[in-house]
């Protein structure tokens, strides 16, 4: 990771890159199966990338993250249902409207803190699965189909295309909440994480700052929603359910949270643990629940702790 | 909408509510005292409702039936506490909810093996079945009403164990100042776990007197656990009179905005507001007083 303009990769940022490009190389195996799997796991990586602002770098224990993830796939669909296929727009409305729903529904979350805060992000993502599933127009259960996106040439719905975008704006996204971290706003953030009270008497304004976040975590999850929505060619009320919320916090947190490459591994064991058990079981969740009961006895640090000289910052809000 | 559906509805606005409370003031009751978020307390209420339809179709009897799933669902929590939950009560809040998030997948998976996918259907008991005839020309459903007043009863029996009772008087000291209690000689642990095992009663509790109503089936906890967090928000921690006046108020606002909304506004955006009802409720209510209607304190 980079610190202070000045390139010092550590030991899980080494394995990040390799992982990474052992993925740009993964399409050369032709196998279809592989790259939708790959796919799925880039789209999820960003998600919990944005998750992990909220989570490991401000303290703010979110369960309600697939509000906006659901909210960029549907704005997709929406603008795709009336006719809008333009990669641009559709993109551009699905950042921006989760970003306003972020806006909108961490003012009021924010007022609270703690396990009051968990249960409301909640309350609020439940909110919107209900009414995505309460709106005729929205297709209600069934959801609404989606024709992939358009960027000039490149078109999402084909296979190899979206791996490669997906991909790229995976690495886009580590390198932006990288960069964020180390910022005047991240720094902030980590403070006010780590001693409210000090933050206070400086004269930073912790609601503000907590918002923001709140607001980019919002966008980069909508921006992975409207991938989503790409790669299904469909958004359905599934993707705003209470456990893809959950799912992204157990990703997280398998990757340790606090950690810029954390997401990506986390992403990616928690696919490569469910499509190996599942191979097994149908029944995979009654092993991995109590493995992540486990998991959470026995560590903190999550599989970005295995690599050498990656030091997570650990959470310590939320209580 | 004429008086007697309009009342009606509120009566199972109030049925509902009162299953709500039984459900928030155990999550109400163990966070205050353990600062503890338990993800798995609506699949407690499923586990419930499960084991009390076993038991009515073995025995047929639904008395014995229903006071064999209490025990059952007592037992359960007192294990939960000692095996789990304990090692859980001095942790972060994030390790909290992933752990119980991971017993969630646990019991609702194991209840799939167990009990299949297909919804069960428990049948109403004959003494409680039909209606009554209520003034304003309704017939109202039996089993709704005593469900209700089993409600109500445990309630106030709740109220009465924490306010009058010596066990009572210690879960308020746990509340207010763990460390001077344990300091006393009162082995905090098992009171941990009495605490913890009640609330798992009630929420099981209340899953198992609904089931006669709805379809029992996996999944059906945790719509219930996330209104229950609407209640516990709205109520505000530490108070069984707040959780109970949050509870109804959903429960009324919940039923009542599903009947009424679709008729005063259409069926486009009458269902559409009906569904985010409680939670402008919730919204208008961090708005206006974040403590919530009790007042009490906020973490």
Known sequence: ?319 | MDFGLFAEQTLNGVQYGIMLFLMAAGLSVIFGIMNFINLAHGTLYMIGAFFFATFDAWLGNFAVALLLAILASLLLGLVLDRGVMQRLYDRTHLDQVLATFGLLMFFNELAAVLWGTEPYFIPVPALLDGTIALPGDIDYPVYRLAITAVGLLVALGLYLMVEHTRFGMLIRAGATDRETLSGMGVDVRWLYSGVFAIGVMMAALAGMVTGPLVAVQVGMGETMLIVAFVVVVIGGIGSITGALVSSLLVGVVDTLGRALLPVWLGYTAGPALASMSIYVLMAAVLLLRPQGLSGARRA
């Open chain 1, 1 to 319: 990771m980079k610190v202070r303009g000045r390139v010092a990769l550590s030991g899980g940022g080494v394995a990040a890159l390799v992982l990474l490009a052992g993925f740009a190389l993964l399409p050369l195996a032709q196998q279809p199966f592989v790259t939708r799997i790959g796919t799925g796991i880039f789209i999820l990586a960003l998600a919990t990338i944005s998750l992990n602002l909220l989570v490991g770098y401000g303290g703010l224990v979110s369960f309600g993250h697939a509000a906006y993830f659901g909210a960029g796939a549907y704005a997709v669909a929406i603008l795709s249902h009336y006719g809008t296929h333009r990669g641009w727009i559709a993109f551009a409305a699905a950042v921006g409207g989760s970003a306003l729903l972020a806006l909108i529904l961490g003012a009021a979350s924010l007022r609270v803190r703690g396990v009051f805060f968990i249960m409301i992000t909640l309350a609020f993502a439940q909110m919107l699965y209900h009414l995505s599933t309460a709106v005729e127009k929205l297709g209600g259960d069934d959801g609404l189909r989606v024709v992939p996106n358009s960027f000039g040439p490149l078109f999402l719905g084909e296979r190899i295309t979206l791996y490669y975008v997906s991909l790229g704006l995976l690495c886009a996204g580590l390198v932006i909440s990288d960069r964020l971290v180390a910022s005047h706003f991240g720094r902030v953030l980590v403070g006010i994480r780590d001693n409210e009270r000090r933050m206070r008497s400086l004269g930073y304004n912790p609601y503000h700052y907590r918002l923001l976040a709140f607001v980019i975590a919002g966008a980069l999850a909508g921006l992975a929603g409207a991938l989503e929505a790409n790669l299904d060619a469909y958004a359905s009320p599934e993707l705003l359910h209470w456990s893809i919320s959950g799912d992204l916090l157990v990703m997280l947190v398998l990757g340790g949270s606090g950690s810029i490459v954390g997401p990506l591994f986390g992403a990616v064991s928690f696919q490569l643990v469910q499509q190996v058990l599942s191979g097994f079981t149908s029944h995979w969740m009654l092993y991995f629940g109590p493995a992540l009961v486990l998991i959470v006895f026995v560590s903190r640090r999550g599989v970005a702790g295995l690599f050498a000289g990656t030091r997570p910052h650990h959470v310590r809000g939320g209580r």
